[in-house]
């Protein structure tokens, strides 16, 4: 195996490498019949990502995949129609999507770009109607200002909980995280020299996690740190 046939070897060099190595694992979970609802997320700082849907779409056609995109509102699939003719009769917004399927659930791969937080209720519908596979790229389905109280929890509890990463790749301050299905999370720290991959994790890690071994700490001291901060904290309120 060499490495172009195997993208998930090393951090990507540049985006295209990053987008070759996202199709990879696109196609292997998408094929896996592990599950029906799949996440691909570049968290790149300004990317753009019109171009990004695009390429991605046209290259799951090439290797043969038949699929419909769907954009949250009809000007972002109104741009995506203009700038690739030659898929606009599969773009669709979630209204368009939603009527196109009330009558009979498509089985195709759904493309899924960028749905939010203020998208939640109806993308979940969408998706739960949807007959086929659903490939969600950089989605954000959690709000940070929704807090932790009940609606948040059953959030992660039923719909957010049911995705699996297919690919993700975030650069770190000293640092990056790279999961590559069927692969684990990599995590790597840049050194003057370059990145070196510094731990291999089964699940994604916290952001505390994270810090603490970018910096060389013990993780688990520290969440015994935190907890001991919480408890004083609850304690002062009570």
Known sequence: MTQSDAPCLALPADLLAAEEAMLQAALAAVGSGDGQRWAASLRFEGLRLLPVAVRLARALIAAGQDLLMV????????????????????????????????DAPDTRLLVAVNPSPADYEEFQALCENHAGVVLMLNGRLEDAAVGIGSVARERRKG???????????????????????????????????????????PERPDPDTTAALL????????????????????????
């Open 71 to 102: 954009w949250p509102d009809a000007g972002a699939a109104a741009l995506a129609r203009r700038d690739a003719d030659d898929l606009k009769e599969v773009i669709f917004d979630f209204n368009q999507l939603k009527r196109a399927e009330s």
């Open 159 to 201: 719909f957010v909980a049911s995705w699996q990463q297919a690919y993700w790749l975030q650069p770190l301050e000293g640092g990056a995280l790279m999961r590559c299905f069927p692969d684990d999370w990599r995590l790597y720290r840049q050194d003057p020299d370059g990145y070196r991959q510094l731990e291999v994790l």
């Open 215 to 238: 910096a060389g700490e013990d993780p688990d001291s520290i969440k015994q740190q935190l907890s001991g901060v919480d408890r004083f904290l609850d304690g002062l309120r009570n």
